[in-house]
């Protein structure tokens, strides 16, 4: 296994560095099967309160590997397509892995956030960028359709049309324009972004983990659910949430007025 993707765990917070700066961090085979390792082996861990994704480098990520595509074009069609098809399929656990964690996941973008780059920023839970950053979904480029959850979540995050005219004309946008649809939460000045990302991070680690991880749950599941659905899921949540000693010193905490001290349990 190639070192493509570099992990740490410190403190309550997994940083995951996509480590291909050469290449402008594109994707591999080796960094999406270290990337669903990774995100596999702390999903139930509960010293991880919080995830950051980063680029090595001056970028993001770049998307998939478009030098390795080339290598296919003396290919069949047929070929090209079962090819692409199990590659496609083969990155899909780590975006389901992503999205049900019961931890925030963070994307923290410098530069290029292009293809899948965006895709996966985009799944992320919050979106720090730095004001040089610049986004494209990019795909339409190159003669494809997205893929890893960009066509699922674009919508979802800046409508319908607007979604439409970043995928079918492909041109890239500022940190500022990303911000003011939606696609990113924070925009920052370069030279901040890594301390600002540690910063939200820590207060994301910092907190009421199963109340963060039930909200997470219950926001990614409403624009599939009825309002009947929704209101009982609120419910037991709610009641999960009350059984925990977070819970317990939240309130406490509150009626003391002190800061609250939680633990993640």
């Known amino acids: 296994m190639t070192n493509h993707l570099l992990t740490e765990v410190r403190d309550g917070i997994a940083t995951a560095t996509l480590n291909r700066p050469d290449v402008l961090n594109a ?20 010293a991880v309160r919080c995830v950051v994704f980063r680029g090595a480098g001056d970028h993001f990520m770049a998307g998939g590997d478009v030098k390795r595509f080339a290598g ?17 399929h083969r990155l ?23 293809g899948f780059g965006l895709s996966l920023a985009m799944a992320c839970d919050l979106v720090i960028a730095s004001e040089d950053s ?4 990019a795909y339409v480029n190159i003669g494809t359709s997205p893929d890893g959850s960009g066509t699922y979540f674009l919508p979802r995050l ?12 492909g041109d890239r946008f500022d940190a500022a324009a990303a911000r003011a649809m939606g696609v990113v939460n924070f925009v920052v000045p370069t030279d901040e972004l890594e301390a600002e990302t540690t910063k939200l991070a820590r207060r994301l680690a910092d907190g009421p983990t199963r109340a963060i991880g039930n909200t997470k749950r219950l926001l990614n599941a409403s624009l599939g659910r009825s309002l009947e659905s929704q ?24 009626v003391e007025k002190r800061a609250p001290r939680f633990r993640g349990e």
């Open 231 to 254: 209101l009982e899921a609120e419910a037991l949540a709610f009641a999960d949430c009350a059984s925990t000693d977070d819970w317990a010193e939240g309130v406490t905490a509150f």
């Open 72 to 88: 296919m074009a003396d290919m069949t069609g047929e070929e090209r397509r079962k090819e692409m098809e199990a590659s496609i």
């Open 158 to 169: 800046v409508g319908l049309k607007k979604a439409m005219e970043i995928a079918l004309l």
């Open 134 to 137: 610049f986004f494209t979904l």
């Open 92 to 114: 899909h656990p780590a975006i389901f892995l992503l999205r049900r964690m019961p931890k925030p996941v963070i994307a923290s973008v410098r530069g290029a956030a292009a």
């Open 27 to 46: 994707l591999s085979p080796d960094m999406m099967a270290a990337l669903i390792e990774f995100l596999g082996n702390i999903e139930r861990d509960r």
